[in-house]
């Protein structure tokens, strides 16, 4: 037998106020993204603003429904914009953040594992890595310097070839 560690890196940054004036704007409109989320049921708005490699921005809220495997996160709606204004263009950087209007918005929180799954492969599909930025409306920001490293061991394009 052979035990294999898979590892990544996070970098951790006290609040917005350390990031470098770029990633910080990023985050900041990710903020304040979160008041366009559809959310009435969980309370919980997510926010996802991404500067693409051409320069221009998107962004995407999470939407929910009543019948809740019908809503759709904010990372997914990036995403699918992203690609359909943009087909073809990776993404430099994705911020993230997110108001829990039941509780404290104070710390990174990762994206679900379909936003993973989806974010690992916008990633294989473009070419080029995704920095992702983490961080509530306060407190501590996690920065990434690949999107795949959520999701180790994850499913890819080249397991069905196999």
């Given at each position: ?22 990633d910080k704007a990023l ?136």
């Open positions: 037998m052979e035990v294999k560690k898979i590892n990544f890196e996070v970098a951790v940054y006290a609040s917005a106020d350390e990031l470098n004036e770029a985050l900041l409109e990710a903020r304040k993204t979160t008041e366009a989320a559809y959310a009435p049921y969980s309370n919980f708005h997510v926010g996802a603003v991404a500067q693409m490699a051409n320069g221009d921005t998107v962004s995407g809220t999470n939407q929910e429904n009543a019948s809740y495997p019908v809503g759709i996160c904010a990372e997914r709606v990036l995403l699918s914009v992203a690609a359909t204004q943009y087909p073809g263009i990776g993404i430099d950087t994705l911020a993230i953040s997110y108001h829990n209007k039941n509780g404290e918005s104070n710390h990174p929180v990762s994206p679900c594992g379909i936003c993973r799954q989806s974010l690992a492969e916008y990633e294989e599909r473009t070419h080029q890595s995704i920095r992702v930025i983490l961080g509530g409306m306060s407190g501590e920001v996690y920065i990434l310097q690949k999107a795949g490293e959520l999701l180790p061991l994850s499913f890819t394009s080249g397991d069905l070839k196999k």
